[in-house]
């Protein structure tokens, strides 16, 4: 997972708050990108950055949104209007956003919402 | 739409004997094809890519995949598996035509027994 860094590792929440997950990378990648994994589905695409200051909605953004401010950040907030917000959350960088560039992932926050 | 079909839920190998993980990929344009392995509670590893060039393609800790356009196929294989090789593996798809996002499948268990 070398480089990438994710915190918490485990996070709990009630029903109805946002939360924060924090992403940081040390790779000097400039594209950075957010999954979320649920049990038989794969993973699906939430928000990714090709550069700092911007960002595009994934394939399953609704509820979730993203800032990019620094090169080297990439929070998630999930919040209230996400119905299902349960899932291990995965960040993961490239060096660009070309078709070539493989994904380096951090190690994953796993959010509880009851 | 690109997409990628991981035929086996699970795959079951004794120590020693070769494997093989199935993938099979859908695209309009030429394929880049990726495979990556996650451990429990953990991020995903890259494994190995394919871009162009030679069918077989060589990657981490023994890995290799083979490239089959007839087939649309990029089937994942080691010659002696580990028990240490037990994990979730992962293959992904990008379409070089439309420069789309990265799709994922949705996982096969490797398990290895001695």
């Known amino acids: 997972d070398g480089g990438i860094t994710q915190s918490p590792k485990y996070l709990f929440r009630k029903e109805g708050q946002n939360v924060t997950l924090s992403c940081e990378q040390n790779?000097?990648?400039?594209?950075m990108y957010w999954y979320r994994q649920d049990p038989g589905q794969g993973l699906r695409l939430i928000y990714y950055s090709q550069i700092v200051n911007d960002f595009q909605k994934g394939d399953i953004a609704e509820g979730y949104s993203v800032s990019r401010e620094k090169k080297e950040s990439f929070p998630l907030t999930v919040t209230s209007a996400q119905k299902n917000p349960t899932a291990f959350y995965l960040c993961?960088?490239?060096?660009?956003?070309?078709?070539?560039?493989?994904?380096?992932f951090g190690p994953g926050t796993r959010l509880t919402v009851t | 739409a690109q997409s990628v079909a991981q035929p086996e839920d699970q795959v079951n190998v004794a120590e020693g004997n070769p494997l093989t993980v199935k993938c099979t990929y859908s695209v309009s344009g030429n394929p880049y094809l990726f495979w990556y392995v996650q451990y429990p509670n953990r991020g995903l590893q890259f494994l190995l890519k394919?871009?162009?060039?030679?069918?077989l393609v060589k990657g981490s800790y023994g890995f290799e995949a083979e490239f089959n356009k007839s087939q649309t196929s990029f089937h994942l294989k080691k010659p002696s598996a580990l028990v240490s090789d037990s994990a979730l593996y992962f293959c992904a798809v990008r379409d070089a035509g439309t420069a789309s996002k990265l799709t994922f499948g949705t996982g096969t268990r490797l398990q290895v027994t001695l």
């Open positions: 993961a960088s490239s060096i660009g956003a070309a078709i070539s560039y493989e994904q380096y």
């Open positions: 790779l000097n990648h400039d594209a």
């Open positions: 394919y871009i162009t060039g030679d069918n």
